[in-house]
């Protein structure tokens, strides 16, 4: 039904755009409406691609000086099109950051602030993931994302800022850390996932609470700092929160990832926070725990991969498990 409906639009679109009735710029800001409804919740593939054709069309009728603010939008919502094909390789994000280096600077000079902001946001993430396969800079991807919050602030763009603020905490943290800066970075991460709480609620955007709260307990257990132990728990407490949003019931696979991350996090953790050096027997069980409840999901949920890799930490927890347990002289009834 989906797909019959968007074939629907499609034609619709292309006979509104022959119609003699309406001025060259009428038909193309009809276009451009009709490609952004397509592209909204698109059912696969071709959707887009047929948003793309749309755009195409509304930029082939568009007047090149009498609409220079609407080609400009229209160029910026194919990038965004553009940006959304799935793919091998980078074409299509090669073309959409050419697309928005050329559009910004006209919506600039003619347009809202609130739409180079958002070009600037999709340039970023654009940059981030040809950062990713090597074609582009990441430093580019966080330049544009700070130039993107010169605009969308906290208390104006709340959701904006949120989701500009995930976006450069992952991106510092893809950064290589290998150094005082990358101690740094790590840092920002924190901060950054910290700034978009302070605006995502677990009331009014629980999905979007959950994932900030599992990235931040992420970023906070794997940070470079000589504070290991109370970052371990302020990473748990960030899990914890999450947990209320994502349970086994309704988002199994993001609840098989929260605990196994919270598992990761109290196999590290020492029994007693003010002593490094005590034996960490009860998290340890507990890490047992939650990793074999991971495990169990994702391998029911065909995720085989997760799984093996879950599997490999809960044997050497059982490892530790067994060789604390010769270490007390008692037997372990943790295996069962």
């Not at 119609?19 to 038909?27: D, G, H, L, Y």
């Not at 409406?33 to 948003?51: H, T, V, W």
């Not at 793919?87 to 809202?112: C, N």
Request: charged share 25%.
């Amino acid at each position: 039904m989906g797909a019959a409906l968007a074939s629907d639009q499609f034609r619709a679109a292309l006979q509104a755009a022959e119609a003699e009735s309406a001025t060259p710029i009428e038909r193309a800001e009809m276009l451009m409406e009709i490609a952004m409804g397509l592209q909204a919740r698109p059912q696969s593939a071709d959707e887009i691609n047929s948003a793309i054709e749309l755009y195409d069309k509304a930029l082939t009728i568009c007047p090149p000086q009498e609409a220079r603010l609407l080609r400009g939008r229209i160029l910026a919502r194919k990038a965004t099109a553009l940006q959304a094909i799935p793919e091998q390789g980078t074409k299509s994000l090669e073309s959409a950051r050419f697309i928005f280096e050329e559009v910004i600077p006209l919506l600039g000079e003619i347009g809202m602030p609130e739409e180079v902001a958002e070009a600037e946001m999709n340039l970023g993430l654009c940059l981030q993931s040809l950062a990713g396969a090597g074609r582009a800079k990441i430093t580019d991807a966080i330049a544009a994302y700070q130039r993107a919050l010169r605009t969308f602030a906290r208390g104006t763009h709340p959701k904006e800022y949120a989701i500009l603020q995930n976006n450069l905490a992952t991106a510092f943290l893809s950064m290589p850390m290998t150094d005082e800066r990358g101690k740094m970075r790590e840092a920002l991460a924190v901060q950054a996932f910290e700034e978009a709480l302070k605006v995502v609620t677990l009331v009014d955007d629980p999905v979007e609470y959950a994932m900030l709260q599992n990235n931040l307990g992420n970023a906070l257990q794997y940070v470079s700092s000589s504070h290991v132990i109370e970052n371990n728990l302020r990473a748990i407490e960030a899990y914890d929160e999450a947990l209320k949003v994502r349970t086994r019931e309704t988002m199994p696979i993001e609840y098989a990832n929260t605990i196994s991350n919270k598992a990761n996090c109290l196999w590290n953790l020492p029994g007693d926070a003010e002593d490094s050096q005590v034996g960490n027997g009860m998290n340890l069980s507990m890490a047992l725990m939650y990793y074999r409840e991971a495990r169990e999901i994702f391998a029911v949920h065909g995720d085989l991969g997760r799984a093996q890799i879950v599997g490999e930490a809960l044997m050497q927890v059982e490892r530790e498990l067994m060789e604390l347990s010769a270490v007390l002289d008692r037997p372990s009834t943790l295996l069962s």
